[in-house]
């Protein structure tokens, strides 16, 4: 499951003590951020294609996306209420 709530607490955080509000990374951040949030595979594979059409990503970075994919998908159908 992906903590969403401390997502969004760090990235406030992070966001108010630097210019990292500025970049391209914290766009792709806040997106990837709405689309693990509800759980929207189309709006998570759209925003991850946009930035690697940008930004070459390592083998890592590749394997972590694949991984919270895969368990935003195996979660997409949880009734969390």
């Known amino acids: 499951m992906v903590d969403i709530v401390a997502f969004r607490k760090n990235m406030t955080e992070y966001c108010n003590c630097n210019d990292f509000y500025k970049t391209t990374e914290c766009n792709f951040l806040e997106e990837l951020g709405d689309a693990c949030e509800n ?18 990503l390592k083998l890592w970075q590749n394997k972590c996306f694949i991984n919270l994919y895969q368990n935003m998908a195996d979660n997409e159908n949880d009734d969390l209420t």
Request: proline content about 0%.
């Open 39 to 56: 759980y929207n595979l189309d709006k998570f594979n759209k925003v991850v294609l946009e930035y690697k059409s940008i930004k070459t």
